[in-house]
């Protein structure tokens, strides 16, 4: 893969940002507010898949019906919740991250961000991480139509870099991410940094896993070959 034909597609919450555990706390306060228990251990595992995917596991652990309505009002008492942390200067970049963009763009190596989030909740990451979605491509839950482990979030970033996805780098940090790649046909990278672990990533179809982006920016080469 010569260096010209790659392109990075990053994951956002838990991949370039430290936000994966305040939206597990957010999803959490949204769900006993709507009277749904679930462990938050359980929560974290589905974290940055779709909403329907999310809706239909709430279902099958609980037993509780999640209708449009409900479904709605969670998404919004959980952008409530995760916007009031994210407000209170929680939500950082993981280390390297800057660093790790700011490569990418000074070797003229194309990358974007797709993101299951909605816009509601990412624009805090976004401010947090320095990118600003008029000069670099964002893709955000509110403009596919499904979202991960669905492929739909990088193929269109792909679209926007005017790239191919098949010699596309899938950067995430969780399974969802790394089923995503699969169906795109590209390549998935995993990171550490979400809370799963390296052999779930693997398994899920991670060629190569790193902790953070910093030790992803240390061993950048393995990933992208020299000019």
């Known amino acids: 893969m010569r260096r010209a034909d790659t392109a990075f597609l990053f994951d956002l919450d838990g991949t370039l940002v430290d936000s994966v555990y305040q939206h597990v706390l957010a999803w959490k306060e949204a769900l006993d507010r709507e009277g749904v228990e679930l462990s938050v251990w359980r929560i974290h595992r589905k974290i940055g898949m779709s ?16 209708t449009e309505e409900r479904l709605a009002r969670l998404r919004t008492w959980h952008a409530e919740a995760y916007n009031r942390q994210a407000t209170q200067g929680s939500v950082r970049p993981l280390p390297g991250a800057r660093e790790l963009l700011a490569f990418l763009t000074d070797a003229e190596i194309p ?4 993101t299951s989030g909605r816009m509601t909740t990412a624009a805090h990451n ?31 970033a792909a679209q ?16 969802w991410d790394m089923l995503a790649a699969q169906r795109a046909r590209s390549l998935g990278v995993g990171l550490l940094s979400g809370g799963y672990g390296q052999e779930e990533l693997e398994d899920a179809g991670a060629f190569r896993v790193y902790e953070d982006p910093a030790d992803l920016l240390k061993h950048i080469d393995e990933v992208v070959a020299r000019s």
């Open 160 to 175: 926007r870099l005017g790239v191919d996805i098949h010699y596309s780098l899938v950067i995430g940090d969780s399974i």
């Open 51 to 66: 909403g329907g995917l999310f809706a239909n596991i709430l279902l099958r652990e609980t037993g509780i019906e999640i």
């Open 111 to 114: 990358w974007a961000i797709a």
């Open 126 to 156: 976004l401010e947090a991480l320095g990118v600003d979605p008029s000069k670099v491509p964002v893709v955000t839950r509110d403009q596919v139509r499904h979202a991960k482990p669905d492929p739909d979030l990088f193929i269109t």
